[in-house]
């Protein structure tokens, strides 16, 4: 990032003792020593963060108009979270950005060669090839970028058939949090095959990674523009059985718990959480409660918002009502793990009361059945 402030813009201006055109080499490795021990462990972002800052809310603002808008975000935000700079970190930083914008200037005028000749004069030979290798890695572009904002799951949709010395190539370069999506959504099989030959992958000719980024390029070319929103899923099928009456639910639930039993087994517990209690009558609560040790609904109340709490507590006797909520208030602090444990202990003894047609949840989507 700050490489890439340094190629757009040219506003800093030279230190104080850089003289115009080719600088005089004026104790560079010295100063080259300080600025590292300065710049140590800074990201490319927050040294393009304390150099805007350093230059000032006008001179930015000029900046931010040549730089992308996620560059725009990433700075600002780092600007915000900074919090003070040290007169030595901010000097190194001013150092730095200048020695770029030089070199670029350079390579300008005469190439690579020329620029790392004025650049060892000036700084001496260590700092010059540091300064070099900086600007040459900004000027790169590297390969498969465009996949990098694309969704994994679209990439996985077009490399998932490709050989998996092809794949392996494509992963190496890419991000490794981007990389591990794909690598995971894999078959087992491939995703063997394709960690072995990352791991033993050497050189690549240039001609055959161009040659993979045009073919893929092309495939994703009408995807990588578009926007898309989540449809379907565990959650949307869980507010659909929710929804229909209890005889529906029951002979898609039995066929899927034949056809995809993991499923079924997912879906049936997001299909009633702790808080639809509400959603039972009196009655119904009062026979749940039968079933319910004290010290699990205890624990689970103690995580339950006030409408939850109310509904159990009148439908016991108030002396059991009080000795809950005394349960409760000499608690103290309990892991929401805990509470969500006792939570799912009641919502099982609702679906076994349930399915033995004891209880009616009231679900609103047709005749509820007794069986």
């Known amino acids: 990032m700050a490489d890439t402030t340094a190629e757009r813009t040219n506003t800093a201006n030279p230190p104080a003792n850089a003289p115009g055109g080719a600088p005089a080499r004026t104790n560079g490795d010295a100063q080259a020593k300080v600025d590292t021990a300065a710049l140590e462990g800074l990201s490319g972002v927050q040294k393009a963060a304390i150099l805007l800052i350093t230059l000032g809310p006008e001179r930015s603002a000029e900046i931010f108009k040549h730089l992308k808008e996620d560059e725009i975000e990433e700075l600002t935000l780092e600007i915000a979270n900074t919090r003070s700079v040290s007169p030595q970190v901010k000097d190194a930083v001013i150092n730095e950005f200048y020695q770029i914008?030089?070199?670029?200037?350079?390579?300008?005028?005469?190439?690579?060669?020329y620029a790392k000749e004025l650049l060892e004069t000036a700084l001496g030979s260590d700092k010059a090839q540091e300064v070099i290798n900086?600007?040459?890695?900004?000027?790169?572009?590297r390969?498969?970028?465009?996949?990098?904002?694309?969704?994994?799951s679209?990439?996985?949709?077009?490399?998932?058939?490709?050989?998996?010395?092809?794949?392996?190539?494509?992963?190496?370069?890419l991000p490794p949090s981007q990389a591990a999506m794909i690598l995971g959504a894999l078959s087992p099989e491939k995703q063997a095959d394709v960690a072995k030959r990352i791991a033993m992958m050497d050189r690549t000719s240039p001609e055959v990674i161009k040659e993979v980024e045009r073919v893929l390029e092309r495939k994703l070319s009408s995807l990588i523009n578009q926007d898309?929103?989540?449809?379907?899923?565990?959650?949307?099928?869980?507010?659909?059985?929710?929804a229909v009456d209890r005889g529906t639910e029951k002979r898609i639930m039995e066929a899927l718990e034949i056809e995809v039993p993991e499923l079924a087994e997912e879906i049936r517990k997001k299909m009633f959480v702790f808080e639809d209690i509400l959603l039972l009558d009196d009655r119904s609560i009062q026979r749940v409660l039968r079933e319910v040790d004290n010290s699990d609904l205890a624990t689970a109340l103690k995580g339950a918002n006030e409408d939850v709490q109310n509904a159990i507590y009148k439908n016991m006797s108030s002396r059991l009502s009080a000795m809950i909520k005394e349960d409760i208030e000499y608690m103290g602090p309990v892991r929401m793990k805990d509470v969500e444990e006792a939570q799912q202990k009641i919502v099982a003894i609702i679906r076994r009361l349930e399915d033995a047609g004891?209880?009616?949840?009231?679900?609103g989507g047709g005749d509820d059945i007794v069986v």
Request: glycine share 6%; aromatic share 8%.
């Open 228 to 242: 898309y929103t989540s449809a379907g899923g565990v959650d949307s099928t869980v507010a659909i059985l929710n």
């Open 134 to 141: 900086k600007l040459t890695a900004s000027l790169q572009v």
């Open 143 to 152: 390969p498969f970028e465009f996949i990098r904002k694309t969704d994994p």
């Open 358 to 363: 004891e209880i009616i949840i009231s679900r």
């Open 154 to 173: 679209q990439v996985l949709n077009f490399i998932q058939d490709e050989h998996p010395q092809t794949i392996a190539m494509i992963l190496s370069y």
């Open 101 to 113: 914008c030089l070199a670029q200037q350079y390579i300008a005028e005469g190439g690579i060669g």
